[in-house]
């Protein structure tokens, strides 16, 4: 995980809590935690076994969860999505990403070697919400039932605009209508 995330996150007003990437959930959740951050990280996804079954408890708990780059790649795994290899992964700044609920367009740093294939067999909450402009990839999806969203590019990194960092008060948003709306 990036420093400047952790940084993001506390400045939302979030206690962060690192853990090793296969603590199992029921042990983060008994310490308390009101939502998991998927964070980003090098390789191919789908060699992740334990971040699938991780998602698939969370959507079982229903926990808020919010994932970068690999993380977004992971949820979509657990979700029943599947990944690829792309043959050149966007690397760096300036890459259009388009939200499909707003109509917005943000520039965005990207660096990742893989990507979210749309699938019919993915969890019926799960929908696309960005599309990248360029190869038109999947940038995000969400999963509103279960309190869950990810992007594919890096919102923590803003080497000029910051288009992307109401991403992290979203995060903190959907861990207050989880609390309104579950009693958490």
């Given at each position: 995980v990036k420093t400047n995330i952790l940084r993001l996150l506390e400045s939302h007003g979030f206690n962060v809590t690192v853990y090793p990437a296969k603590t199992p959930l029921a042990d983060v959740l008994k310490e308390g935690a009101k939502g998991i951050f998927l964070s980003n990280?090098?390789?191919?996804?789908?060699a992740v076994k334990h971040g699938r079954d991780l998602v698939k408890d969370i959507a079982k708990e229903g926990v808020p969860t919010f994932g970068i780059c690999l993380g977004h790649q992971i949820l979509a795994l657990g979700l029943g999505a599947s990944t690829y290899k792309l043959k050149f992964g966007p690397r760096g700044a300036n890459h259009p990403v388009k939200d499909l609920h707003s109509g917005t367009?943000?520039?965005?740093?990207?660096?990742?070697?893989?990507?979210?294939?749309?699938?019919?067999?993915?969890?019926?909450?799960?929908?696309?919400?960005?599309?990248?402009?360029?190869?038109?990839?999947?940038?995000?999806l969400a999963a509103p039932e279960l309190f869950a969203f990810s992007v594919q590019y890096h919102p923590e990194s803003t080497p000029?605009?910051?288009?992307?960092?109401?991403?992290?008060?979203r995060f903190a948003a959907e861990m207050e209508r989880f609390a309104a709306e579950r009693g958490a």
């Open positions: 990280g090098p390789g191919d996804p789908d367009i943000a520039i965005t740093t990207q660096n990742h070697g893989f990507a979210v294939r749309e699938s019919d067999t993915a969890h019926p909450a799960a929908r696309v919400t960005h599309l990248n402009l360029n190869d038109g990839t999947v940038e995000g000029g605009p910051h288009d992307s960092l109401h991403l992290f008060a």
